[in-house]
């Protein structure tokens, strides 16, 4: 009832920046939380970083003052700015929102099929 796409994903140098986008669509009525979290090979997922409604954010240590999330409420969108890129950043990014479905007005947690980032060093 919900889909989310993400894109902005591919190599990228140290250093470097990428900027990935989360586009929801579907039966939203609203979209509560929207959150960023990464799966490096072997490790489990991380949150990265999340962005409520009114736009409070909280970011993962390892990412704080290099990566930026915002949203745009009215497109149903999220991005994630990642700049001064590192090899440990290398992940799949998925993309997640909690999402009140229009149908039955119950929230349910929507994930995107992840874009994959690769930092070289």
């Known amino acids: 009832q919900v889909q989310l796409v993400e894109s902005g994903g591919g190599l990228v140098q140290a250093g470097g920046s990428l900027r990935l986008s989360c586009a929801a669509s579907g039966r939203i009525f609203r979209i509560n939380d929207m959150s960023w979290y990464r799966q490096a090979p072997g490790k489990q997922r991380e949150l990265v970083a999340l962005?409520?409604?009114?736009?409070?954010?909280n970011y993962t240590d390892s990412v704080k003052g290099r990566f930026t999330i915002a949203r745009d409420n009215a497109k149903n969108t999220a991005f994630l700015q990642m700049n001064s890129l590192k090899p440990e950043d290398t992940a799949v990014y998925y993309c997640?929102?909690?999402?009140?479905?229009?149908?039955?007005?119950?929230?349910?947690?929507?994930w995107g099929q992840g874009t994959l980032v690769t930092v070289s060093s």
């Open positions: 997640n929102a909690m999402t009140i479905v229009s149908t039955h007005y119950s929230t349910v947690e929507v």
């Open positions: 962005i409520n409604r009114g736009g409070t954010t």
